[in-house]
């Protein structure tokens, strides 16, 4: 029986139904001691500490990296986006000089000798380490897609999967809805157009006039929409087997997937219905 895509009305492939808690540069914390006035000179105030480390967590959007990085040099903001051009990042041609996607997640040291240029190169070179393995490329060849189309999964898959657990699964989804002729129909790429994170995605977000629109537009959106990490990757390149077209997360730890679309529509209404108790709950 062929398989029609739903109505955007009614359903929506992916509804994750839950929030995101992003953070976007460290905080150094401080303990306030009292000292005893025993003189009346001056003290200058000391400087903040800068951080010896800058952490890139998992799924962060290439705007997130250069606005912590802006923070962990103490530079203006604005500053670390507008070195792009100088950096000299090594990029595949398909980039077509944006890093998304190879801003790889890991803990990065600093020093006095740091610079936007260095860091940005750094996470690029350790992406193009990470990615450009034995394992990874013969996965990618296995599947039919380039390197940066699997980075581009990937990403998907980071932004998407609600535990590591379902990662294999929602990169399943995505081969077969491709695989199919089928729109992804995925709301992560609309909150990338629209710069925001939620899981309330209307009808009128879904006609926006974008090239990451994916329930407007066939295939995967031009560029990776996060910065994915090893997991993410792996499961782009080896997704669990399955014949899975729809997924929703219904509640915290229970992520349903399924072929069937009336199997997914109970789904979807049981998730509005949890949302709905939630919302009702809090406004007590």
Known sequence: MQMNTPPRRTIRLTRRGRLALIATGAVVAGTAVAV???????????AP?????LVIPEGWR??????????????????????LPQAGLKLPDDADGNPEGYLFPATYPLDGKTTPQTLLAYMVD????????????AGAQRNAMNLYQAVTIASLVQAEAATKADMGKVARVVFNRLARGMPLQMDSTINYA?????????????RIESPYNSYQRMGLPPTPIDN???EAMHAAVSPTPGDWLYFVTVKPGDTRFTANYQEHVRNVAEFNRNRQSASAEAAR
């Open 62 to 83: 290439a705007s997130q990296v250069y606005e912590a990085v802006d923070k962990a040099l103490a530079l203006p903001a604005g500053t670390t986006r507008k070195t």
């Open 194 to 206: 629209l710069n925001r994170s939620t899981v309330r995605t209307t009808e009128s977000d879904t």
């Open 126 to 137: 350790t992406a193009n380490k990470r990615f450009n393995g034995a394992p990874v490329t």
């Open 228 to 230: 994915p990490g090893e």
């Open 36 to 46: 005893p006035l025993l003189s009346t000179e001056h003290r200058a105030p000391q």
């Open 49 to 53: 500490k800068k951080p010896a480390a």
